[in-house]
């Protein structure tokens, strides 16, 4: 029982500070620009964009699998 104790006495304190370590460094090297209100509208206009035609292309391939599977009603 006592190395157990000892095992957990030097384990937890070691994975704390390794812990803390790896936080502190992620902090200060990562600073989020400030945001640029023109690429900010530029990225979500291609969002958009990107959905609009996820969203077509979902309505192509169900008609597609009904005309494969007509008697199916899962589509």
């Not at 803390?20 to 964009?49: C, I, L, M, T």
């Amino acid at each position: 029982m006592l190395p157990v104790i000892i095992f957990v006495a030097v384990l937890v304190p070691l994975l704390l500070i390794a812990f803390a370590a790896v936080v502190r460094r992620n902090s200060a090297g990562e600073r989020p620009e400030a945001p640029d209100p023109a690429a900010a509208a530029a990225e979500q206009a291609e969002y958009e964009q990107e959905f609009a035609d996820a969203e077509a292309y979902q309505e192509q391939w169900r008609e597609e699998q009904h005309k494969l599977h007509p008697d199916d009603k899962l589509y």
